[in-house]
Nanobody
Framework: QVQFVESGGGLVQPGGSLRLSCTSSGRTFSRNMMGWFRQAPGKEREFVAAISWSGGNTYYGGSVKGRFTISRDDAKNAVYLQMNSLRPEDTAVYYC???????????????????WGQGTQVTVSS
């Protein structure tokens, strides 16, 4: 059984930074695209970032581009999201996800991801 465990969330002041981690067990995802999504109360799940299986291509949602960085370490079955210059509107539950293939098409659509973590809360507030 595949499981993802996200960590690194918490409360941070505006302008601060957090680094989210997501590790998988049950199988490796070294040949799969990985992504991060977020969902705020009363809102749809929103694409944040994705990274190709090789790590050579990264993709970002418009509201986080230039502030967030996605990376992966396949030796550790892990994917990371470095979040800088955090804003109150970044407050949400953050989820990591994996596709079942190496495809990179429609990377921003939640329904192309097969495996999901339970989420970690990020709150940006003074």
């Amino acid at each position: 059984q595949v499981q993802f465990v996200e960590s690194g969330g918490g409360l941070v002041q505006p302008g601060g930074s957090l680094r989210l981690s997501c590790t998988s067990s049950g199988r490796t995802f070294s040949r799969n695209m990985m992504g991060w999504f977020r969902q705020a109360p009363g809102k749809e799940r929103e694409f944040v970032a994705a990274i190709s299986w090789s790590g050579g291509n990264t993709y970002y949602g418009g509201s986080v581009k230039g502030r967030f960085t996605i990376s992966r370490d396949d030796a550790k079955n892990a994917v990371y999201l470095q979040m800088n210059s955090l804003r109150p509107e970044d407050t949400a539950v953050y989820y990591c996800a994996a596709r079942s293939t190496s495809s990179t098409t429609t990377y921003a659509a939640p329904n192309v991801y097969t495996y999901w973590g339970q989420g970690t809360q990020v709150t940006v507030s003074s």
